[in-house]
């Protein structure tokens, strides 16, 4: 639910492709100084959305608003308080750090000339090098300095850790993004490095074919989502287990010989004693799940995209 004090909101947006619906109906709102994670499979509409909340893209109907302020018609003023981290980072190929700083200080309201130079320093990237020359993960990280900089208010980033070694992307959501939070700015990431992203993110969103599918606070994800192991009695069918399944709200069942294997989304204790007692067994093993291991047993149905 968002509200007029909330930095980022996306109300109602539809994103259209000729005749193909890339995002549909889609709300949600980020507070200040959260960090939100919109995760999905490939094409299930994450990047269509970054283009219209920073005005990039005009919606098929509904809006995106930083501030309060339409990012469709006022651009220019919405991203003078925003840092932006696009999936494939924009910088003129013939500039080098050294001139993208300098140009940058000159046009970005704010400019902390000083954080950008430590933050090259930090991750190594050459000063004097064309940005075309840099690797890809050189350039993603000028990318990230430059948008850091600027001190921004609201900070989006559209799978920021793509091509970083593991330990730059351990020090990206550790240090960087929770930092920022805790500094009141507000921060929408979309991944798909989820165990980086697990101990940082307030809340998580989920889409699948162009839709908000779960909307949730991370520790509210995790405590609904859990495995369920256990033997079914030798006088119980398949047909049985399956149907005393069905009230834990399975997204994903494994039944091999007497076996049973699940990902349910209510694990209660009086749910899962009825399912034992259902199913003619004594135990059950129910265990946590990963941010990882929830999302593919929400989305791994090979049809995540539109």
Known sequence: MSTTADPLVIDHLTVRYGRVTAVDDLSFSVPRGEVYTLLGRNGAGKSSTISCLVGQRKAASGGCRIFG?????????????????????????GASARELGRFLGRIRPVWNAEDYEKRLDRVGVPRRLPSGSLSKGQRRQLALAAALAAEPEVLILDDPTLGLDAVVRRTLFEELVGELADRGTTVLVTTHDLTGIEGIADRVGIMQHGKLVYDETMDGLKARFRRLRCVRGAA???????????????????????????????????????????????????????LEEIFVALCGDGQGGA
């Open 69 to 93: 302020i339409d990012t469709w018609r006022g651009r220019r003023h919405v991203m003078a308080r925003v840092g932006l981290v696009p999936e494939t980072p924009d910088m003129p190929p």
């Open 236 to 290: 119980t069918t398949t047909d049985e287990v399956e149907r005393a399944l069905a009230a834990l709200e399975p997204t994903e069942t494994r039944l091999v010989g007497a076996r049973v294997d699940a990902v349910i989304g209510r694990a209660d204790h009086a749910a899962v004693a009825r399912f034992k007692e259902t199913v003619g067994i004594t135990e059950v093993e129910v265990e946590p799940l990963s």
